[in-house]
T-cell receptor, first 112, second 114 residues
Framework: KQEVTQIPAALSVPEGENLVLNCSFT??????LQWFRQDPGKGLTSLLL?????REQTSGRLNASLDKSSGRSTLYIAASQPGDSATYLC???????????FGTGTQLKVEL | DTEVTQTPKHLVMGMTNKKSLKCEQHMGHRAMYWYKQKAKKPPELMFV???????INESVPSRFSPECPNSSLLNLHLHALQPEDSALYLC?????????????FGPGTRLTVT
């Protein structure tokens, strides 16, 4: 059974800092990995999707990497801003088809 | 346009009420999903529709009844809910279920059962 964990569970940083969020998965036979952002009480916003054949994907200040062999993905946020404060979730399709297993989430707070 | 819309935003219902949640997308996606999310937990899959047919039911109680009237619409009918069913209900869609495509989520419906 695929298990996805995220460390740390919560993170507080000063504005301007570069930071890394971690996602680990137990079954490396994945087709892709998706990173989401969720603001309190809101839906999920898709940030990046990395295909299993890719190592990195970039969007603006966000860079996601994928290492299937070690079962890890990282989300790098450059020059963090208070508007980046949210919960970040990673997810992988599991068991055939697009049935997502979500990680436990990292709650990020960027302070002025 | 990568928008999934959900109505209503908030819903309060008694345990004897019948209500429905609605989800709509116009991206031409053929897979649609219902998730339930409790506070400080990740979303949990409830149902998947693929080409307007129910593809997955994650052993959800029958008081939740999904419906996919056409390729753009997804409903979740609620009846005789329990207070523990209070949660954020999220709808999502993707191009295909078998294609492992990017999933797009709606803003959710905050449901409170009294």
């Amino acid at each position: 059974k695929q298990e996805v964990t995220q460390i740390p569970a919560a993170l507080s940083v000063p504005e301007g800092e570069n930071l890394v969020l971690n996602c680990s998965f137990t079954d490396s036979a994945i087709y892709n990995l998706q990173w989401f952002r969720q603001d309190p009480g809101k839906g999920l916003t898709s940030l990046l999707l990395i295909q299993s054949s890719q190592r990195e994907q970039t969007s603006g200040r966000l860079n996601a990497s994928l290492d299937k062999s070690s079962g890890r993905s990282t989300l790098y946020i450059a020059a963090s801003q208070p508007g980046d404060s949210a919960t970040y979730l990673c997810a992988v399709p599991t068991g055939g088809g697009n049935k997502l297993t979500f990680g436990t989430g990292t709650q990020l707070k960027v302070e002025l | 346009d990568t928008e999934v819309t959900q109505t209503p935003k908030h819903l309060v219902m008694g345990m004897t009420n019948k209500k429905s949640l609605k989800c709509e997308q116009h991206m031409g996606h053929r897979a649609m999903y219902w998730y339930k999310q409790k506070a400080k937990k990740p979303p949990e899959l409830m149902f998947v529709y693929s080409y307007e047919k129910l593809s997955i039911n994650e052993s959800v109680p029958s008081r939740f009844s999904p419906e996919c009237p056409n390729s753009s619409l997804l409903n979740l009918h609620l009846h005789a809910l329990q207070p523990e069913d209070s949660a954020l209900y999220l709808c999502a869609s993707s191009q295909e279920f078998e294609g492992w495509n990017e999933q797009y989520f709606g803003p959710g419906t905050r449901l409170t059962v009294t």
